[in-house]
């Protein structure tokens, strides 16, 4: 693939990449030298399990290996005893040694559930390095000339410090060198280019600047779009209990796949799938078409995301499985029909419209109580929008009704 083939592919879902034009300049060196770049990604393992938000960082590394190009992955077990900062606004409770040694020894084999561990030529082995190794070597003398790199000025015009400091919320020392050892993790392996999400911007800038002190061409940065959970708000996050984790089940993957809000499915559809070009593109007017059930197209989505980390089989299973178990479970043939104009109603309006809450209030209740479901997936959100295209049957406790589009006359 040529170079320029190869940075359309690249920066394809990205958010930045910077600076403006280096990549591809760089690309084109490395082919005329015959010699792969070097990508780096960090992981922190501040949880046992990774989930799919690391996947979008994953999957961005695996096209640079299908590419030829050295992945070179850093588990913080160092990092991760200080504590990412990156978008909190208090200090992180800081993790014990022993648990960070045992959530390593998870990541390592789920890594390889999206790169490839034994690949063939031109592929490259996946590099992966403790920054533990060259952090557990260092003296007092060479931290304090780490710290010694970088200002307390600078540092402090990182947003989520600023932001502390103008509401006089605490920082902790140990938190402002946490930029500094992922900055460093690129001095040591010599980076060329560093993933990370879109509020690593600041360590990946520090990184930049650590290699240029040290004489080392500056690593290329680029930022990819942060997943959000399964509230359809938040970051994925496993502390939130808002994830979806590689390992899942699949039974519980695809019914934690089919509890997301509708708005979100175009995201995780581009983020976190194998989809083409081409089918993103379906999806995209697929999920625009009012006379489609987004329901149908949130199924597929569910199946799609078992089948790449259980395969074929278990993910028809689960869509069979979850059909079996919530779509069909105890829905009498002869429910009350109430037919509403087809198009987007809010959940609060749907409720009362089908007379299933008797007021507005009625129907926020239900829904924080998490007893409103509709086709057999439960809604909390009281954002949660329902496209009438299609019978639906809407649920509230034990109480149930069809929902139909009214026909056209």
């Known amino acids: 693939m040529t170079p320029e083939a190869q940075h359309e592919l690249l920066t394809r879902g990205t ?89 390593s020894t998870t990541y390592l084999d789920q890594f390889y559930r999206v790169l490839e561990r034994n690949p063939k030529p031109p592929r490259l082995p996946v590099e992966v390095h403790r920054n533990g190794d060259w952090f557990g070597r260092m003296g007092f003398a060479e931290v304090l000339e780490l710290t010694s790199q970088y200002t307390v000025a600078r540092m402090l015009e990182r947003d989520d410090f600023a932001k502390r400091m103008a509401a006089q919320q605490p920082i902790s020392l140990h938190e402002l060198l946490y930029p500094l050892l992922v900055g460093h993790d690129s001095v040591e392996i010599r980076a060329d280019v560093e993933l990370g999400a879109t509020e690593q911007k600041f360590n990946l800038l520090v990184g930049r600047v650590l290699q240029e002190l040290h004489h080392q061409p500056p690593q290329i940065i680029m930022t990819l779009p942060v997943l959000v959970g399964l509230d359809g708000t938040q970051r994925m996050s496993k502390s939130l209990g808002n994830y979806i984790g590689v390992t899942d089940a699949p039974a519980d ?22 989809a083409t070009p081409e089918e993103l593109a379906e999806i995209e007017r697929a999920l625009a078409d009012t006379a489609r059930n987004p329901m149908e197209i949130k199924q597929q989505l569910a199946a799609r995301i078992v089948r790449m980390y259980h395969g074929d089989e ?56 998490g007893a409103v479901s509709i086709d057999g997936t439960r809604i909390t959100d009281r954002r949660y929008v329902q496209r009438v295209s299609g019978p639906l049957v809407l649920r509230l406790g034990r109480r149930m009704v069809r929902v139909e589009p009214k026909r056209k006359t």
Do not use: C
Request: net charge neutral; proline share 5%.
């Open 253 to 274: 993957m695809y019914g934690k796949v089919m509890s997301l809000p509708d708005r979100v499915m175009d995201a995780y559809w581009k983020l976190v799938t194998d």
């Open 314 to 369: 278990a993910s028809a299973r689960a869509a069979r499985d979850f059909d079996a178990q919530f779509r069909r479970r105890d829905v009498p043939e002869d429910l009350a029909v109430h037919e509403l104009p087809a198009g987007e109603i809010g959940i609060k309006d749907l409720l009362v419209a089908t007379g299933l809450a008797a007021s507005g209030s009625a129907a926020w209740r239900a829904v924080d109580q």
């Open 15 to 103: 958010e930045e990449v910077l600076p403006e034009g280096e990549l591809l300049r760089r690309l084109r060196e490395r082919a005329r030298e015959s010699r792969p770049l070097r990508v780096k990604q960090g992981f922190d393992p501040t949880a046992p399990d990774i989930h799919l938000g690391h996947t979008v960082g994953l999957r961005k590394l695996r096209q640079f290996q299908d590419l030829g190009h050295q992945v070179v992955l850093i588990v913080g077990d160092t990092t991760a005893l200080v504590g990412d900062p990156s978008g909190l606004t208090k200090t992180r409770p800081r993790l014990t040694a022993a648990e960070i040694e045992s959530n």
